[in-house]
C-alpha cells in the first residue's frame, strides 16, 4: 500500500507559477513511476504529467506542455510539479498518482494509487 499527500496548492493570479509536492510512503518509491493529473469540476480526471522511476524520462498532456515540469528526489521520496505561466483554465484539483501499470501513462485505471488531492485556483 503506497500512501501519498499532495501539497503546495492555493490560489495564484494568471500568469503567475506554483509548485506542487507529493509526499509518498513506501520505501520503494524509486522503484515506481509518478504522475500527476487534475479534474475540474464537471469534468473528467485529466492526464498531466509523469516521470519515470530514474526521474529520466518525462510525459505530459497536450495542455501544459512547455509551461509545467515535473521532478522526483528518490531521497526523499516526494515528486513535485513545477507550474508557470498559469491560466484560468488550469483551476482544478490536482492528484498524485503512483504505481503504473497500464499501457498509455495519461490512461487513469493504469495508475494503482492516488493522493486527495490539493486545490488549484487560478484567478484571472
Known amino acids: 500500500q503506497v500512501q501519498l499527500v499532495e501539497s503546495g496548492g492555493g490560489l495564484v493570479q494568471a500568469g503567475g507559477s506554483l509548485r506542487l509536492s507529493c509526499a509518498a510512503s513506501?520505501?520503494?518509491?524509486?522503484?515506481?513511476?509518478m504522475g500527476w493529473f487534475r479534474q475540474a469540476p464537471g469534468k473528467e480526471r485529466e492526464f498531466v504529467a509523469a516521470v519515470t522511476r530514474s526521474g529520466v524520462s518525462t510525459y505530459f498532456g497536450d495542455s501544459v506542455e512547455g509551461r509545467f515540469t515535473i521532478s522526483r528526489d528518490n531521497a526523499k521520496n516526494a515528486v513535485y510539479l513545477q507550474m508557470n505561466s498559469l491560466k484560468p483554465e488550469d483551476t482544478a484539483v490536482y492528484y498524485c498518482a503512483a504505481v503504473f501499470t497500464g499501457t498509455a501513462v495519461s490512461e487513469v485505471a493504469g495508475w494503482r494509487y492516488w493522493g486527495q488531492g490539493t486545490q488549484v485556483t487560478v484567478s484571472s
Open positions: 513506501e520505501r520503494t518509491f524509486s522503484h515506481y513511476a
